[in-house]
């Protein structure tokens, strides 16, 4: 199936500064996270037949051109099914048709499958480009550094689900949302797991030494300079407080954080 990537400026706080939309199919074809318009972008939809948009999660650097290039193509709009709302809010429409986790969206001969893929996002999904093909996964893993899991949106649980459902996959390729494309796509899910492990664990031994508040573990479990993303980094350590409250490992009322029953 052929896929093409666009890049499309998103603004400083984006990692990379752009967002990739993709063109999957020819005649037919889906359009995947229009963020916005650029001229080679323009040219690719209007030089194939996109019959379908989709977009892999409702954040606002992924939906910018969702109306507009609808518009302009007559193409089926798509939302996951139960978050329609929040897809109106993000695009300013409402959808034609919603998926969920299974559903295949046929181009000819070819088929994209729509793959579970919460925890980035509540409404987040990947679509898989034929079977057993390169997977367009969205903000779910990026090639360099890491992906902002931030609480109370993000789901660090989830998140961590998500990698290893995509590990277990084993795509031939990851198309992300941002940056280039992740040709070797176990070696960087067990980078990303690996790291949200380690970062776990800093924050388990930040409370065992004291800190007690998300302020106090942000400042134990970081040693770079957070300077321009402190915000990001304290609500994913808020995501981390969160997953280890439900598995017992603290104690966390939203404010205070206390040592809780290790779970070996």
């Known amino acids: 199936m052929r896929l093409a990537r666009f890049s499309i400026p998103a603004g400083a706080r984006v990692p990379t500064g752009t967002t990739n939309a993709y063109l999957l199919g020819r005649d037919p074809a889906i359009l995947v996270d229009p963020a916005g318009r650029t001229e080679d972008l323009d040219r690719a939809v209007a030089d194939c037949d996109v019959?379908?948009?989709?977009?892999?999660?409702?954040?606002?650097?992924?939906?910018?051109?969702?109306?507009?290039?609808?518009a302009e193509t007559g193409a089926t709009v798509w939302a996951r099914y139960g978050r329609t709302d929040r897809f109106?809010?993000?695009?300013?429409?409402?959808?034609?048709?919603?998926?969920?986790?299974?559903t295949t969206i046929t181009l000819g001969g070819d088929r994209v499958?729509?793959?579970?893929?919460?925890?980035?996002?509540?409404?987040?999904?990947?679509?898989?480009?034929?079977?057993?093909?390169?997977?367009?996964?969205?903000?779910?893993?990026?090639a360099d550094g890491s992906v902002v899991v931030g609480a109370p949106e993000g789901d660090m649980r989830a998140y961590l689900s998500t990698l290893r459902r995509l590990h277990a996959i084993d795509p031939p390729a990851l198309h992300p949302g941002h940056g280039p494309?992740?040709?070797?796509?176990?070696?960087?899910?067990?980078?990303?797991?690996?790291?949200?492990?380690?970062?776990?664990r800093r924050v388990l031994e930040a409370v065992d030494d004291g800190a007690r508040s998300i302020d106090e573990v942000l400042a134990a479990a970081y040693e770079?300079?957070?300077?321009?993303?402190?915000?990001?980094?304290?609500?994913?350590?808020?995501?981390?407080?969160?997953?280890?409250?439900?598995?017992?490992?603290?104690?966390?009322?939203?404010e205070r954080?206390?040592?809780?029953?290790?779970?070996e």
């Not at 494309?181 to 776990?200: A, N």
């Open 181 to 200: 494309t992740i040709d070797e796509p176990r070696e960087t899910l067990e980078r990303l797991l690996t790291h949200r492990y380690r970062r776990e």
């Open 257 to 263: 954080i206390e040592s809780g029953d290790r779970r």
């Open 113 to 142: 499958r729509v793959l579970e893929a919460t925890g980035h996002a509540p409404d987040h999904v990947a679509f898989e480009a034929g079977r057993g093909g390169p997977v367009c996964c969205g903000d779910c893993a990026i």
């Open 88 to 102: 109106r809010e993000a695009t300013g429409r409402d959808p034609d048709r919603t998926f969920t986790p299974g």
């Open 51 to 70: 019959a379908h948009v989709v977009v892999t999660h409702t954040h606002h650097d992924h939906v910018g051109a969702v109306d507009a290039y609808a």
């Open 224 to 254: 770079k300079d957070l300077t321009g993303v402190r915000d990001l980094a304290a609500a994913t350590i808020r995501a981390h407080v969160e997953k280890l409250a439900v598995e017992g490992n603290l104690q966390w009322d939203g």
